[in-house]
């Protein structure tokens, strides 16, 4: 039977629903929960993350994909919860950010170790909550290449995907050639990969994302609502119509199978403010209007948010 790890147990691909697949109940660098500035309660941080998974719900979403990596935040347990009160599908990852949020345990590790953590993660549960990773997260270090510890993460990560049949979701796809290297030697088809934050401001302009996608990559326009409108706008944000512009000339040279779309909120961040005015519910509230009024048939749409996620997550096996 074809499934997907969900953090409440497999689901058929098909009870998925519209998904949102890059984004994070909270996300915040390795240490940020020991820093007194930043500490939330557990009720604080139901009371920021549940409203904003209810509304997901009510506008018709099924499914959240955090991708908080190993060392940024995640927490099963907590995830658990959440999804049995909202009913919203959550599917947790194994993996990494990048290299860079790996702590120093994990950076001293050889490729067979970190496979050997992310098949357990994915085959027998993350630590001892019982729940199977449904995806696994790798990305590229600050400063835009890839490192050393980089490249053995996306090694182990391309062998637990082999193994395992789960897919693998990137932090940025720039500096793409390596990462394309190590996928191609360890015999993994890149449709099993989803190169992701192809949109952002900062990095749109060095992704090759029609040339990945020509391999057969999938590629992740996940950033939505990072907006230089916003009143704080963040570092990465792109003016919105330039954002749409670039999904929609992707689109048009024949890649829509491979495209996705999220909007990589925080529902509530750990150890930093986060970006005010967004969240995850973007995707309704206004990238779908955008969508439809740039002339998308419903067709289209349903393909991008769930067709396209429900494939790409379902294991292969
Ligand atoms: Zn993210």
């Not at 509304?55 to 935040?73: K, P, Q, S």
């Not at 391309?158 to 360890?186: K, M, W, Y």
């Not at 990589?264 to 930093?272: H, M, T, V, Y």
């Amino acid at each position: 039977m074809s499934k997907v790890n969900t953090v409440l147990g497999p689901v058929a691909p098909e009870e998925l629903g519209v998904v949102a697949v890059h984004e994070h109940v909270g996300y915040g660098m390795p240490g940020s929960e020991l820093d007194t500035r930043w500490w939330k309660t557990p009720e604080e941080r139901y009371a920021e993350t549940v409203p904003k998974l209810r509304r997901f719900h009510e506008y018709g979403g099924g499914t959240f994909v955090d991708v908080t990596g190993i060392c940024n935040g995640r927490d099963v347990d907590y995830y658990k919860s959440l999804s049995a009160k909202t009913g919203v599908h959550i599917v947790a990852c194994t993996g990494f950010v990048g290299g860079d949020t790996a702590l120093p345990f994990f950076e001293r590790a050889g490729v067979d170790y970190l496979t050997r953590q992310f098949v357990h993660e994915i085959t027998v549960g993350i630590g001892g909550t019982g729940s199977r990773a449904g995806v696994i997260k790798v990305g590229v270090s600050r400063g835009g290449r890839m490192t050393d510890l980089d490249l053995r993460i996306y090694r182990a990560a391309a062998r637990a995907a082999v193994s395992t049949g789960v897919p693998i979701l990137t932090h940025l796809a720039i500096d793409a050639e390596p990462a394309v290297a190590v996928f191609e030697e360890e015999g993994l088809p890149l449709h099993r990969v989803l190169f992701g934050h192809a949109d952002d401001g900062l990095n749109a302009p060095n992704t090759p994302d029609t040339w990945l996608a020509g391999r057969g990559g999938r590629i992740g326009f996940d950033t939505f609502g990072y907006e230089t409108e916003l009143e704080d706008p963040p570092f990465w944000a792109r003016p919105r119509r330039e954002r749409l512009a670039h999904l929609l000339g992707f689109l048009g040279k024949g890649f829509l199978d491979q495209a996705l779309v999220s909007a990589d909120a925080n529902c509530s961040p750990l150890g930093w403010p986060g970006v005010k005015g967004h969240t995850v519910n973007y995707l309704f509230e206004e990238l779908i209007p955008d969508l439809r009024d740039a002339g998308l048939d419903e067709a289209t749409i349903t393909r991008l948010l769930v067709h396209n996620p429900a494939d790409f997550l379902t294991i292969q096996n």
